[in-house]
């Protein structure tokens, strides 16, 4: 079995991880890789190494146990409930469960759905934006907490956001690049996602055993959720001086924070680069080396192994900086 991080080519993955699996790559979704030489080239690399021309693709998110990957899809779903509903626009219902849909004329299908009774509402490009990538970031966040935020994992979430991108690409203006439109989007989604997650996380609950939640009833969820937190303590706006040491004022302590969160967002990834580079030079040297018995030989493969996705290493450290900014996170929610 290959995933498709392992069969996508080094253009295709950068492409797809800055910009979203848009529409470009409807026919990678559909597992059609004739189209780009380079991932082919890795099929046959792939075919090569295992010594078999029977490769089966494994679908997206299969490795997960099945149990996650319903809850997965609630987080999906409850952010973009959550987030939307905060932009203002009005929630018919959400759904979790399979959904074959058309986005844009394009076929997809999914793991559930919101549907927003736009009609006649004139919608902020910024917050419009934000929902749309709001599924993708809870996904990655939800991934993130369970040491899970790995390269292949990454792919992953972009293929479950393939229908989101698609609405991306057609709301964003000629003169924003597609990267330019992604970030942006995933740096407001990101902070909404920080202050709500207690919320979000409770409606994906509720998601779970009702499969079906209305308007009413998410902004309900989102009032209790609200109402059974702590009341923060007051924290004083202005810069205090005790015994010399000077406090900083709360627009800069709250800049600290959202610096925190990008450069954390960059150790992430950098982590899942680690692995995918393990991973390959562990397959690699096993291919050249396998055979050989020398200790020194397997050594080197096992700890190239360890670093890998096959390992622990790297999802510990992940796990590490994710309990950091997690604490750093909540003292910001307070502030
Ligand atoms: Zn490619
Ligand atoms: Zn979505």
Known sequence: MLRYAEVLCADCTASILSEGWGKRFEHLVNADFSRCGGCLARIHAAVEQYGTPKLVLEQPLKWMPEKDRREYFAVHEAAHAVVGTDAGFVLDEVLLGHQDTSVHGTSLSSGGMTRWDMEGKRVATDD????????????????????????????DVAYGGFGDVINLENDRGRRVSMREAMDSANRTADARIAQRWPHITAVAQQLL????????????IVTATQASRPTAPSTPTTTTHTGGSAMA?????????????????????????????AGEIAGHLYTTLGQSQQSEVLQAIAAFRDLSEEGQRVSELHQLVYAAVSEIEQYGNRL
């Open 128 to 155: 419009y934006h934000a929902y749309i990538v709001a599924g993708m970031r809870a996904n990655l966040r939800w991934l993130a907490e369970r040491g899970w935020d790995t390269h292949a994992n990454r792919i």
């Open 209 to 220: 055993t009702r499969s079906r939640l209305n308007g009413t009833e998410v902004r309900r």
């Open 249 to 277: 004022g709360i627009e800069e302590i709250q800049a600290a924070l959202a610096n925190t969160k990008t450069k954390t967002e960059q150790i992430y990834a950098a982590l899942a680069q680690v692995q995918q580079w």
